[in-house]
């Protein structure tokens, strides 16, 4: 059974003692969410396997960012469509952060190795709440 203390208020909201308990003995996830050009994916894949990331979702997407390029046909200036690229997902335990992190960006770096170009895609990592694996049940990190 969990009293319910107050311990403090952030902005304006109280937090009791029991979520600020639970939420420190969490195992910490992250979500991973590459944006990388089609192109790079065999090198990417690669890097995470030899990091020992061998768990991925591979999507393709289009968009466009600051790799927006402007073309002229018969004198007018036309935008392309959107860019097709490659969305890559991955779970990881917070202590395999970085080392996901720094594979991918050494492997989707296009050209120039030490500086990439613009369209080499971004890394977004979020805060994973949760992890379920439907064949047994497993939750959070070991799910992953």
Do not use: W
């Not at 944006?35 to 997407?61: F, G």
């Not at 917070?94 to 050209?111: L, P």
């Amino acid at each position: 059974m969990c009293i319910t203390e107050n311990v403090g208020t952030v902005c304006s909201i109280q937090i009791n003692k029991c979520l600020v308990l639970n939420y420190l003995n969490r195992i910490y996830m992250k979500l991973i969410i590459a944006i990388i050009r089609e192109n790079q994916l065999d090198l990417v894949r690669e890097a995470l396997i030899a990091a020992e990331i061998t768990r991925i979702t591979v999507s393709r997407v289009s968009g466009h960012g600051q790799q927006l390029q402007e073309e002229f046909y018969r004198g007018q200036t036309v935008i392309p469509n959107l860019i097709p690229k490659i969305k890559i997902e991955i779970a990881v335990n917070d202590e395999f952060v970085d080392i996901t992190v720094n594979a991918i960006m050494k492997s989707a770096k296009t050209k120039n190795p030490t500086e990439g170009e613009i369209g080499d895609g971004k890394i977004f990592i979020l805060p994973l709440e949760e992890c379920i694996r439907i064949r047994t049940g497993e939750k959070g990190g070991k799910a992953i």
